[in-house]
């Protein structure tokens, strides 16, 4: 693909600030008609930033955008859109009621002055979108209907009915199949190909190694790399530089313990075929890309999620699947990703540590408050979370809320700990003292399953990682040599093939 | 706090005590005696205990609509064993009761299990309800009660009505079950966020029925002491209890800082809205000012609390 000599867009030295954090640091990022540029980088690098800010969701506190060398409004959306800039969001947003034609055009349907809308404008303007995108659907199917990646299509034909000359992808493979995904990336070219350009926001490195002409590699708001043609060793070797020995953590050989966890062969929505033991005293890590079943395991196990066929054993006794009650009975704790799947907002931090435990300091179905309390005061101790149990849990930051959840579960019976991303939004200073915590539980005897987006965190706490892609156990790292390149490498499409050879070379 | 913070958070208090103020200068001979008190919490107690039941519904985060029907079908219950069968008033007492958590299991059932949304699953139960009432009582008034029954609302302790009595009591119980049982804590934690509470162990699915058999438990002691102070079974008697109770626990919720529906804030909201409605009687204002101040009462304190939620909760 030939390169023109003037970019479409170029943002040059955006700096973006939340009072005195920097998101972003004067990155400077171009794209040119006609191809397809990568933003890489780990959670929190800047990319999200990034993307706002040419979107206009977000004014940069410095830096300028020119968009074919006129200088682009910023923090205006309706202006990044008048341009030509739009974006395929990360989740899908359709309106699954409405037609292929009407999700197209939502929000901007060609109108009649009373503001009727002209049907037949609409469904010619959507058949045109429709056809950049190369998507054979009948106008009038409801977007419902449709299988996933064609609702994903047709959002990105929505995208281009805005007449965009840069479209923006955020992560968008993250919930389809392999076989999707490759459609899904064969649209992608195709709209390079018509002479659009386009930003690809990846964590699947894989995939920027494929369809990326250009990519520009982030790391802690700032712009550390342009690469062109970039690999996929190239990108884990700046993502996860590999740091020697001390990276890998050495943990004291233990006696295995008894088997806490078993999976045989589940198989649900997300999951096919996936075995797996979990051992008292055991951290298991669980590494994937969202969308890999790492997640999904989780959540199954937990039952909050149902399974279809195989079975699920906690401590020798069957689990049913969807039964979230039983499983935490049974001595499962499940500390999720997304707080707000376990605080109670209006609630003071005293009841949110204290839910799953209290009928230990109950008696007669009455809560005897002041154990309650001391109990508390002594979990938020070992968190080391200044914090008085009556105040409210909103009142603490994300960090200390995390923290609190992680003392909910050090304050139960549980047995096997379900961790999804426990450092998630945490400063680095309370990080360690998450880590130190997860380690002493399953030093006595806690069974651990640990899913994270942080290859460090996953190399560092891990007994083994076990490795999903698109809902299949596809490799294992055992303690030996456990690092976070290999894990980074792994979790992002590595062919199990390789892990030998990069071990070979290590 | 600032002092705009302390006036939202005692808004309550402040406007119960305004309306104390304000109707005392108006009418300082009927408005603040003993006499005029004493009605209030007699009248108010069929409200004050239905909008505990309504409460505990809130706390666990849905809502029941079958409230006036479910009253007035526990109500032609109770009255029928006494008119046709002659049973004696305790016995009414718990078939009432009982025709309640009858009523109140259906709904949790349907919420709960059925995962019917709460607001159509106890409008449907209500209907039901209320057909059940025609069929039993025919759209006839039933007198001839037992004398028994009757005492209870004529009854007075050290002057104070029996009904308020235990109005109030029942009052002191739900407070007493919410904030310091195991069942209280569950029922919040499932009105917060349900998803957490249920992967903290909490048995959502049952916390939801015993709610709702409550608030139908509730609704049958209402029906009590309706029926007892009117002497007669008549029809559509709980018509005009839904909104106000409704309109008491939301009045509550600015005690809980506009974070928790509160058994203390809706008797409270009640007791306002009683001192209002007689107040304003008592000043030959025509009878339709009395909703027309309850509902600018309400939404004035209930704007104030959305505003303040939105920002406890960072929507």
Known sequence: ?506 | MSIRAIAERWSLVIAFLGAFVFFSIARPDTFPTWDNARAILDESSVLCVLAIGVTVVLVIGEFDLSVGFVTQLTAAAAVSVMAFHAWPAWAAVLVALLAGAIAGLANGVAVAYVRIPSFVATLAIGSIAGAIELAITKTTIFEGLDPGYLEIATTTVYDIPLRAIIAAAIALTFMVLLRMTVYGRHAASVGDNATAARLSGVPVERAKVIAFVLMGLCAGMAAVLVTSSASQYYPNLGQGYLLPAYAAAFLGLSLSGGLRFNVLGSYLGVLLLGMVTTGLTMMNQPSWMAALVQGLVLIVAVSGIAVRRRGALGR
């Open chain 1, 1 to 506: 693909m030939a390169v023109s000599a003037v970019p479409w867009l170029e943002a040059v030295g955006l700096t973006k600030r939340y009072g005195g954090v920097v998101a972003l640091e004067d990155a400077s990022v171009t794209a040119h008609t006609g191809t397809v540029h990568g933003l890489v980088g780990a959670n929190g690098a800047g990319k999200s930033t990034l993307v706002k800010c040419l979107t206009g969701i977000v004014r940069p506190t410095s830096g300028s955008v020119r968009v074919e060398g006129r200088p682009l409004q910023l923090g205006r959306p309706v202006e990044a859109l008048r341009v030509g800039i739009a974006s395929v969001p990360q989740e899908l947003t359709v309106a699954p009621t409405l037609t292929v034609a009407a999700n197209v055009m939502l929000g901007h349907e060609p109108r009649r002055r009373v503001g009727l809308i002209r049907r037949r404008e609409l469904d010619r303007r959507a058949s045109v979108a429709l056809e950049s995108v190369s998507l054979d659907v009948t106008l009038d199917t409801p977007v419902g209907q449709l299988p996933l990646i064609e609702q994903r299509i047709v959002m990105i034909a929505r995208a281009l009915s805005f007449n965009a000359r840069l479209v923006i992808f955020d992560e968008p493979t993250a919930t389809l199949s392999p076989h999707e995904a490759e459609l899904l990336l064969e649209t992608v070219r195709g709209l390079a190909h018509r002479g659009v350009s386009v930003l690809y926001v990846s964590h699947h490195l894989r995939e920027i190694e494929a369809v990326c002409d250009t990519v520009t590699v982030l790391r802690d708001g700032r712009v550390i790399r342009d690469l062109e043609r970039a690999t996929h060793a190239a990108l884990v070797a700046l993502l996860a530089p590999e740091t020697g020995p001390s990276a890998s953590v050495d943990r004291p050989d233990r006696v295995a313990g008894d088997v806490v966890l078993e999976l045989r062969a589940v198989t649900g929505a997300r999951l096919q075929d996936v075995s797996l033991v979990v051992r008292e005293g055991e951290v298991v890590g669980l590494a994937g890309l969202s969308g890999s079943g790492a997640r999904e395991m989780l959540l199954t196990v937990c039952g909050a999620v149902p399974f279809i066929s195989g079975s699920i054993a906690l401590g020798g006794r069957r689990l049913r699947s969807g039964d979230t009650l039983a499983a935490v009975e049974h001595g499962i704790g499940f500390l999720p990703g997304d707080r707000s799947l376990g605080l109670f907002p209006t609630h003071t931090v005293r009841h949110n540590v204290a839910l799953p435990s209290l009928k230990r300091y109950a008696r007669l179905g009455f809560v005897d408050r002041r154990r309650e309390r001391s109990a508390v005061e002594g979990l938020l101790g070992r968190v080391a979370l200044a914090a008085s149990p009556e105040a409210p849990v909103t009142s603490l930051s994300g960090g200390n809320q995390q923290k609190a959840l992680v003392a909910r579960w050090i304050g139960s019976d549980a047995r096997l700990l379900l961790l999804d991303d426990p450092t998630a939004g945490v400063d680095v200073a309370t990080r360690p003292e998450i880590h130190s915590q997860i380690r002493a539980l399953s030093q006595a005897g806690v069974g651990v399953l640990l899913v994270s987006t942080d290859e460090e965190e996953l190399a560092e706490l891990s007994d083994r990682v076990v490795v999903f892609e698109r809902g299949v156990v596809t490799g294992e790292l055992t303690s030996h040599g456990l690092t976070p390149a290999r894990v980074l490498a792994a979790m992002t499409g590595q062919p199990l093939e390789a892990k030998h050879t990069l071990e070979e070379d290590a």
